[in-house]
């Protein structure tokens, strides 16, 4: 055997690896989910770095391409504006939360903070949470897990459980809470439809209709829609 082919079949050999839960397998895990903690846009790159080295396609992890990007645009932008007012008017009042997101209260009429605000929504969350939460996550969760029906079902409350979980640090229960609706809605559609593109325009959709409240101040007015 040539050195090229023993050199290929150890790099095969360390993919494998990387792709398993074996010490290795469990070295790279911890790797993303500890980069992840640096923010969504770390491990979003640090889950491109692990496909890449463990040869795992970007299809594996949802970048599959859509049957039409127009219809792909249009149902995410309806699915997050719809998902954003409903969680605002309807899950928060039932909650009993109060409708005024305080992390990010500052945005009220702060045209200044706006655009970066905007920017980190679409980019961070709605790229980099989308790759890491659905794409890494359900992508790691099936192989361990399997992919029969009960297993599906687990894999998508479980992420959104660690979904929920990363958004306590800046907007504590109240955060966690919706993080965790929109986590099992976000999850269901991903394993519908095997698919990241909608679920990220649904996700920055989302967050820009959430900002817009906020900027405009109508989160109020939004959940005295149907209770006063």
Known sequence: MTTTGTESLQTHDTAARLRGFGPLGLVAITAVLS??????????????????????????????????????VVWGVAIGIGLKIGMKSVVIPLLGASPINVSYHFLM????????????????????????????I????????????????????????????AHYYDQR??????????????????????QIWLVMVAHAAYDLVAVAMIYWNWEVSVAHLWFR
């Open 173 to 194: 229960l109240p955060g966690v809470a919706q993080a965790a609706v929109t986590g099992l809605v976000f999850g269901g559609i991903f394993a519908w439809r095997k």
């Open 35 to 72: 980069g992840s903690l640096a923010g969504p846009l770390a491990g979003a790159l640090l889950v491109f770095v692990w496909a890449r080295f463990s040869e795992t396609p970007l299809q594996a992890l949802g970048f599959t391409r859509p049957r039409s990007w127009t219809l792909t």
């Open 109 to 136: 009429g702060n045209a200044e903070a706006l655009p970066r605000m905007v920017a980190t929504v679409i980019i961070s969350a709605g790229f980099g949470e989308e790759v890491f939460f659905r794409g890494y």
């Open 138 to 165: 359900f992508e790691r969760l099936s192989k361990m897990l399997g992919r029969s029906r009960p297993a599906l079902a687990a894999t998508v409350l479980l992420s959104a459980v660690l979904f929920a979980m």
